[in-house]
């Protein structure tokens, strides 16, 4: 299974980004798409999952500036950022979850850049 993301750049304060991870191959277990996000210095952190029944939810921190769309049977996942501070830069990464073992998979990551 390949995840690959796209979308990140470099963006003013203020400003949006729409990040988008496509995924391929075969594991018909994957039942959710997640993004995770590594600020400087700080571990990967959960920020949006849609799962296969539809459900989107967002991390407390960013709910009302990011939002999570996708569909997991078609495999493709975006995350729309809106009103970007410098605190959001960071790699923002893609990840699929399965219920079979090992059913774990991460893309590259892609780099947000929020600065003037």
């Known amino acids: 299974v390949q995840l690959v993301e796209s979308g990140g750049g470099l963006v003013q304060p203020g400003g949006s980004l729409r990040l988008s991870c496509e995924v391929s191959?075969?594991?018909?277990?994957?039942?959710?798409l997640n993004w995770y996000r590594q600020l400087p210095g700080n571990t990967r952190d959960w920020v949006a999952v849609?799962?296969?029944?539809?459900?989107?939810r967002t991390e407390d921190s960013v709910k009302g500036r990011f939002t999570v769309s996708g569909d997991v049977r078609k495999r493709l996942l975006y995350l729309d950022m809106n009103n970007l501070t410098p605190e959001d830069t960071g790699v923002y990464y893609c990840?699929?979850?399965?219920?079979?073992?090992?059913?774990?998979?991460w893309g590259q990551g892609t780099q947000v850049t929020v600065s003037s």
């Open positions: 990840n699929a979850h399965g219920l079979a073992p090992g059913a774990d998979y």
């Open positions: 191959g075969k594991d018909n277990s994957i039942v959710a």
């Open positions: 849609i799962t296969e029944g539809g459900a989107a």
